[in-house]
């Protein structure tokens, strides 16, 4: 009966959901050799892990080469006892698991009794043996003690990661290796989490007092790892045990806690009330335990407004008084863990969050109104299942999904109005010239989502021995369904944007004159909402030729499919290839080891960037005043696609390639790590990557011919956008780690980084490029270059200023997390993150209107005038891309712990004083739309000011 009801489970969890993905659930392991003092194999030697975190006990019998295997073991420390009758019992204590950690540990037997105990001390290994990734892993522990955000979410542990970028200074965007937001893939247990839009983490929001372990994974990757070729980021959460444990904790940043750093004006302050709890402990003893946590958050972030932007927007609006972002957040999570048998585990997840983002601006240096609200959140459900099947086989799967919707509400009135201090005639319409002077009134639109995902999961792996060594085989296969659709409405009956220029450019009192209105309609339209699928499977080889040789020889295959809003196919695609890693230990104590991969990988899918076959659009009406007359005489009508089968004259179209696929990646990796005394490890990690076929949209529908542009094919439309894999030209990132770590030893424990990494460009221009018509010159580039992941939905046209602007990878980052229990239970965090700022992109300058060479309209043969993309003032300033380009300023943070614990029986109660942004001098860290001038350099404009000086008081207890 309880075979069939674990069969029944199993099955269930693998179809959890009716579309899956592959993951892990991260599942360590312990493998080795038992000999005698002679150093003879002892066959027959029980040796069995025992602690806290696995709820009862593994238990391996070595085999006739004395060789020993313990399976699934999940993180935290254990004691590890080896029996023979015979011999004195042998224990090895001390030993710190962590979430997939593989661990070699040989250990030596003693004539004597079993009742005599012999402990092995000294410190136990910490070097994975088997795989060749680059991974690190951080406790819940060593999370909740850093101060790396005031926010504390559980996604902050990428922050101490050496090769992750940090954009755009604290709670910024995080990059890995070259690859953009939504190339990384965060797990929960090895349920797929990330969002549907751009694969980041904040749409699954758990306490991060929930966290048990995170494993980060971002290079070397085998292949049971499914398409991403940024971060692999899983987070185990904590289990009940026999014990019930909790932990109650608050954060208190008043405003009053925070400094300003913009005299006079409003800074980018926040308020921040956390109240969060957990509570876990057993339901049956031995057999079934809860976990469950909640937090809620009260949050006000400043707006960082410099007094001349609050001055500037009283011109407008005399009674104009800043205001700030308002965040209520609830996060909550239940788990219950069910031990079936000795053998098998089940576990079953619930997670729920809700946002509430109040006078959200667009743009909010210079919205005047509050600008609009969201909602976000919503329930996931997910289950993991693990057996094993005696020494030899383990089947892991999970499941789950979620359902969270995304809504926006306007909060202002009229048009959308911006003024800038001057315009630029460019195709017969005239633009605004950044930077803007103010971005008031109501936004343009908003949207109402829905985002859902399902996803289940399963490995088998099982384990033989023969064919010149031991061999764990491992299949696996997954699915993944994504959906997102939206319906957009436009703001104020239509008239939804207003541009003004100023009549003094050098005197934003003297008044404006609008030259540029826009309308359209209808009011309501559907969205181009996007569907797609991932199925994959994979093989692998985890062969040990030796003691000190294993070679992971793996193999797999991804289809990728999407669909748009009419339901046609706009990917179909397989796509595969090899996942090579090979681990040495230079020496036999595991002490030393040496890693090698090779790894074909394709990025993940992500329906933001999911090309879509035609667009559903409104109809537009733009009418200018070029004379500033006070008429607005010159119109321009773009009429909507309301239908893909019959789209409207004049409108842009984007199509697809029936061949698209998956970007892929080509990464050679080396990497060296030593176990150093005092429980310390030294790493370094050489990285070599290739971004091939990137998607790109390109125009094919425009007549080029020696350097002009004639007009259109197909004279009922204006480019044809076609979705392609480009092979012109591709990205190269270089990049070197150097990494230096304590683990938890003598109450210190830290991570000590540096990264240097490039991202260059290899190659030409696209076709049809306005820089390879008007400007052949050099295409490589090694400084800002653009992304790896683009929106194919229009050409990428390199000589538009907006196109690079905060852009490439920076070359240089450190980093340095520490934390340390003094006496007297005195704590210490200490956080510091330098990071160069990035570069500018290609230097541009603008020619005179009189030098353009080609006209600035063109006539088809239908009588419709359209305008000439070659007909562009733009122009690179140098005679390469590098030349002249700058950086922004570099991110310098320092955040600091420092704390007071106090023991009362088996609780622990702690207060303590967090510092955030201690070097913080105001800084804007990225660039905004620079200004282009005639003849010279672009002019930059910067943005994003880091958030000010700020401390927090935390009070916690924990108990057991």
């Not at 005599?116 to 136990?124: F, I, K, Y």
């Not at 308002?326 to 788990?335: C, D, N, S």
């Amino acid at each position: 009966m309880r075979k069939a009801a674990t069969v029944v489970l199993a099955v269930g969890l693998v179809w959890l959901a009716p579309r899956a993905v592959m993951a892990q659930s991260d599942l360590g392991s312990i493998t080795g050799y038992v000999v005698d003092q002679s150093k003879a194999v002892l066959p027959g030697v029980t040796v069995t892990l025992r602690g806290p975190a696995i709820m009862g006990s593994r238990v391996a019998v070595s085999d006739q080469d004395g060789f020993y295997r313990l399976l699934n073991v999940p993180p935290g420390e254990c004691v590890l006892v080896a029996e023979l009758p015979g011999f004195a019992q042998v224990q090895r204590p001390g030993i710190v698991m962590r979430a997939g950690l593989n661990l070699t540990i040989d250990l030596q037997m003693q004539l004597g009794q079993m009742s005599e105990v012999v402990e092995v001390t000294g410190a136990a290994p910490l070097l994975e043996t088997e795989k060749a990734d680059r991974r690190l892993n951080v406790t819940g522990d060593f999370l909740r003690a850093l101060p790396l955000s005031p926010g504390h979410d559980w996604w902050d542990a990428m922050q101490v990661v050496p090769g992750v970028q940090i954009l755009g200074g604290s709670g910024g965007v995080l990059e890995s290796r070259g690859g953009g937001l939504s190339s990384n893939m965060f797990l929960l247990e090895g349920i797929d989490v990330s969002d549907v839009q751009q694969n980041y983490a904040g749409g699954t929001q758990i306490p991060v007092d929930s966290v048990a372990d995170i494993r980060i994974s971002t290079t070397g990757q085998d292949a049971s790892s499914r398409m991403a070729v940024g971060a692999n980021l899983n987070m185990i959460t904590k289990s009940g045990s026999n014990q019930i444990a909790g932990t109650f904790t608050t954060d208190l940043q008043p405003k009053r806690l925070n400094d300003s750093n913009i005299p006079g004006g409003s800074p980018a302050d926040q308020t921040i009330f956390q109240y969060s709890g957990t509570l876990g402990g057993p339901v049956v003893f031995d057999r079934l335990w809860y976990f469950g946590s909640y937090r809620y958050i009260s949050q006000t972030n400043g707006i960082a407004r410099k007094p001349i932007d609050i001055e500037t927007v009283r011109i407008f609006e005399p009674d104009y008084q800043p205001f700030s972002v308002e965040l209520p957040v609830h996060q909550l999570m239940a788990k219950a863990t069910y031990r079936i048998s000795p053998a098998d585990q089940a576990a079953f997840i619930y997670q729920y969050n809700r946002t509430d983002t109040r006078n959200n601006g667009n743009d909010p240096r210079w919205t005047q109104q509050r600008a609009l609200g969201q909602f976000s959140g919503g329930p996931m459900y997910g289950g993991t299942y693990q057996r094993v099947f005696g020494q030899r086989a383990t089947l892991d799967a999970q499941g789950g999904g979620w359902n969270k919707p995304f809504e926006v509400k306007p909060q202002g009135s009229g048009p959308n109005v911006i003024v800038y201090p001057g315009t630029l005639l460019s195709g017969g319409r005239l633009t605004g010239q950044a930077p803007k002077v103010v971005d008031m009134g109501n936004v343009q639109s908003v949207n109402r989502s829905e985002q859902r995902r399902r996803n289940a999961n399963v490995d088998l792996q099982y384990f033989f021995k023969g064919l010149k060594g031991t061999h764990q085989f491992a299949v696996g296969g997954n699915y993944l369904w994504t959906e997102y659709t939206f319906v957009n409405t436009v703001s104020n009956d239509g008239f939804i944007l207003e541009e003004q220029v100023l009549l003094d450019p050098s005197n934003p009192a003297g008044g404006t004159r609008p030259f540029h209105r826009r309308y359209q309609d209808p009011i309501k339209l559907p969205g181009t909402g996007k569907a797609s699928q991932t199925f994959g499977f994979y093989v692998q080889d985890t062969w040990r030729p030796g003691q000190r040789w294993v070679l992971n020889l793996g193999v797999r295959f991804d289809r990728a499919q999407a669909q748009d809003t009419w339901g046609d196919t706009t990917q179909a695609s397989w796509q595969g290839g090899p996942r090579l890693g090979a681990t040495y230990q230079i020496t036999s104590d595991g002490r030393n080891v040496l890693r090698l991969s090779y790894n074909r990988m394709y990025d993940a899918i992500n329906n933001l960037f999911l090309p879509s076959e035609g667009s559903l659009s409104r109809n537009t009406r733009d009418i200018y005043d070029l004379d500033g007359n006070g008429t607005f005489e010159t119109e321009f009508t773009t009429p909507g696609i309301l239908t893909r089968p019959t789209p409207a004259t004049g409108a842009t179209r984007s199509i697809t390639r029936s061949d698209l696929k998956q970007p892929r990646t080509e990464e050679f990796s080396v990497g060296y790590s030593r176990q150093l005394p005092w429980q310390l490890v030294a790493d370094a990690t050489f990285v070599y990557r290739q971004y091939k076929d990137r998607m790109v949209g390109v125009d094919i529908n425009g007549i080029y011919e020696n350097g002009q542009f004639l007009g259109y094919r197909d004279p009922n439309f204006n480019a044809i956008i076609e979705a392609r894999n480009t092979d012109r030209n591709w990205f190269v990132y270089k990049g070197l780690d150097l990494t230096l770590s304590k683990s938890l030893s003598h109450n210190l424990q830290f991570l000590v980084g540096y990264t240097y990494a490039n991202l260059g460009s290899r190659g030409t221009w696209e076709e049809n490029d306005p820089a390879g018509l008007l400007q052949p010159i050099g295409f490589e580039s090694d400084k800002g270059i653009g992304r790896t992941v683009y929106v194919v939905s229009s050409q990428v046209n390199s000589l538009s200023q907006f196109s690079f602007y905060n852009t490439g990878t920076p070359p240089h980052s450190f980093k340095f997390n520490a934390t340390y229990v003094a006496p007297f239970d005195i704590t210490v965090g200490v956080s510091y993150t330098y990071q160069m700022g990035q570069w500018s992109g290609p230097i541009y300058t603008l020619i005179p209107a009189s030098e353009v060479p080609v006209p600035t309209t063109v006539r088809l043969s239908t009588g419709r005038v359209v305008s000439n993309p070659l007909a562009t003032r733009t122009r690179f300033l140098y005679s390469d891309r590098d030349e002249g380009q700058v950086t922004a300023p570099a991110l310098s943070q320092l955040n600091l712990r420092l704390g007071k614990q106090v023991r009362v029986g088996q609780a622990v109660f702690e207060a303590a004083l967090q510092g955030f942004n201690l070097f913080n001098r105001g800084e804007s860290l990225s660039f905004s739309s620079p200004t282009l001038v005639q003849g010279e350099p672009m002019r930059f404009n910067y943005f994003g000011v880091q958030s000010p000086r700020a401390g927090q008081v935390t009070l916690s207890v924990r108990f057991r």
